[in-house]
């Protein structure tokens, strides 16, 4: 059975201060990881896909890089606006409609 | 530039009661999900289809049903509301075209059940 889990559950960061948020899979055959953003009374907002070990994906201060066994999401110098929950999913048997999904981390940056 | 449209917002319902919760997108996907998210919990996959006319169990089917007869919208509907469908409700979206292509989500139903 597929298992997706995030860490930390939470974070407090300054702004400014870089981090990253982990996300490990247990997967029969990766194809995709996906990663999105949820701000509070939204839906999750896609940020990046993933797909082989070594690839990496940029959107402004956001780094997504993935490996065999996890994903990592790197935040460099976050501002208060990047504050959200940030989740990781897996298509399930590869199909990109049935995720499979982590609990998700809770992003606070204050300024 | 609508996207994924979720009606209602937000609903209150007492228990044993029926409603059926809207979903309809503009992007001409073909496949469309369901997803519930509870506190502490990530989404989970409760119905999903692969185009009109074809639809299937995800991980927590029970009480809900849907059915697609466009490819443009989704309903899901409870047929006796329980507590324990208290929950917020999302419907995604995604196209067969390319590779690992993103589902699309809408802003959810907050449904409360009494």
């Known amino acids: 059975e597929d298992q997706v889990t995030q860490s930390p559950e939470a974070l407090r960061l300054q702004e400014g201060e870089s981090s990253s948020l982990n996300c490990s899979y247990t997967?029969?055959?990766?194809?995709?990881l996906f990663w999105y953003r949820q701000d509070p009374g939204k839906g999750p907002e896609f940020l990046f896909t993933?797909?082989?070990a070594g690839e990496e994906k940029e959107k402004e201060r956001l780094k997504a890089t993935l490996t065999k066994k996890e994903s990592f999401l790197h935040i460099t110098a976050p501002k208060p606006e990047d504050s959200a929950t940030y989740l990781c999913a897996v298509p399930r048997g590869g199909s990109n409609y049935k995720l499979t999904f982590g609990k998700g981390t809770l992003l606070t940056v204050n300024p | 530039n609508a996207g994924v449209t979720q009606t209602p917002k937000f609903q209150v319902l007492k228990t044993g009661q029926s409603m059926t919760l809207q979903c309809a997108q503009d992007?001409?996907?073909?496949?469309m999900s369901w997803y519930r998210q509870d506190p502490g919990m990530g989404l989970r996959l409760i119905h999903y289809?692969?185009?009109?006319?074809?639809?299937d169990q995800g991980e927590v089917p029970n009480g809900y049903n849907v059915s697609r007869s466009t490819t443009e919208d989704f309903p899901l509907r409870l047929l006796s509301a329980a507590p324990s469908q208290t929950s917020v409700y999302f419907c995604?979206?995604?196209?067969?075209?390319?590779?690992?292509?993103?589902?699309?989500f809408g802003d959810g139903t907050r449904l409360s059940i009494l």
């Open positions: 995604a979206s995604s196209t067969t075209q390319g590779t690992n292509q993103p589902q699309h």
């Open positions: 997967v029969s055959g990766l194809r995709g």
């Open positions: 993933l797909y082989s």
């Open positions: 289809s692969v185009g009109a006319g074809i639809t």
């Open positions: 992007m001409n996907h073909e496949y």
